[in-house]
């Protein structure tokens, strides 16, 4: 078994009105989630809005997540950042505190080059001795980490155990596990898009970082056990449920508001304010959130 595997939510950071961090709201989520039975907590990825905290609110974040899991799953801080040395300075942080692994996007803004990207992902790994998962998004970065690089940054740096792959073709995720996994059995490739679970699954992956996995975790829970059992008709069943999320994603840009109205839309009890400049979601889109969520059977566990 790999070392990050299952379901391993990206939390959101939750916030109040005036755009404190709301220390109780994480605690809820944390306990829900771990009480939901996941396999693992990602803390700041892009749902946790770590591009709207400043660095002190991030590793105040970290701290929190830490604390209050107590080792009860492993925690994955997101340090990704366009400035290598604040991703150093972050990353450094998480091992202080005790985080069991890192995750970091590759710097967005500016495309880089290979040795470029070669030399980012070095400095990071070498500042610390966490396992380090790479971040690839390319919807949001404006640059893939294609198949290729992704195995020369493995074979070069020790320490890198993973990727989320949050790519719109399951395609990469396959060149991802044909070019890595199978040379290196124990680097974990994990999908970012809930429909893409099952695929990934299918063909040799270890689980995903999915964002309904805050507010529908048994719908992935329950897919990566049918799976498990070999029950593949029950596992079908899940993935056609989790098939109509992704559409959710769309309401808005950027969509954590989307998601912590889902999360309170399915009985979480937890402000859905996020930070400037984003808005928390429309009534009109909120409207359409429900009628996605009702037509996924989502509402049913709603207090």
Do not use: W
Not at 42 to 59: A, P, S, Y
Not at 62 to 67: P, R
Not at 234 to 262: C, G, M, R
Request: with cysteine; net charge negative; charged share 20%.
């Amino acid at each position: 078994m790999t070392r990050f595997h299952g379901l391993i939510p990206p939390v959101p950071t939750i916030v109040n009105e005036d755009n404190q961090i709301d220390i109780d709201g994480i605690k809820v989520v944390i306990d829900h989630l771990i009480d939901e039975g996941v396999n693992g907590l990602l803390f700041l990825g892009t749902l946790g809005e770590f591009t709207q905290l400043n660095l002190e609110e991030r590793k105040k974040v970290a701290e929190i997540a830490v604390e209050h899991v107590d080792g009860r799953v492993p925690v994955i801080i997101g340090t990704g950042s366009t400035n290598t040395r604040e991703a150093i300075q972050l990353s450094r942080h998480s091992e202080s505190i005790g985080a069991e692994g890192i995750i970091v996007i590759n710097p967005y803004y500016t495309p880089l080059s290979e040795e470029h990207l070669l030399y980012h992902y070095e400095s990071i790994g070498n500042a610390v001795r966490l396992p380090l998962l790479l971040y690839n998004f390319p919807a949001f970065t404006g640059q893939d980490l294609n198949p290729d690089l992704i195995k020369k940054l493995v074979e070069t740096i020790p320490t890198i155990s993973g990727i989320k792959d949050t790519v719109d073709s399951v395609g990469h995720i396959r060149e991802v596990l044909l070019k890595v996994k199978n040379e290196h059995p124990e680097f974990s490739v994990l999908c970012g898009y809930d429909d893409h679970l099952l695929p990934t699954l299918a063909a040799g992956g270890d689980g995903g970082i999915c964002a309904s996995g805050n507010f529908a975790p048994h719908l992935a829970l329950g897919l990566l056990g049918a799976f498990e059992n070999q029950d593949f008709e029950q596992a079908v069943v899940h993935h056609q449920q989790l098939v109509s999320i992704p559409q959710i994603y769309n309401l808005d840009t950027p969509f954590a508001n989307v998601i912590k109205e889902a999360m309170k839309q399915s009985g979480m009890e937890i402000p859905a304010h996020v930070l400037p400049p984003a808005k928390p979601l429309r009534e009109n889109k909120k409207k359409e959130l429900i009628e996605v969520l009702k037509g996924a059977d989502l509402l049913s566990v709603k207090k």
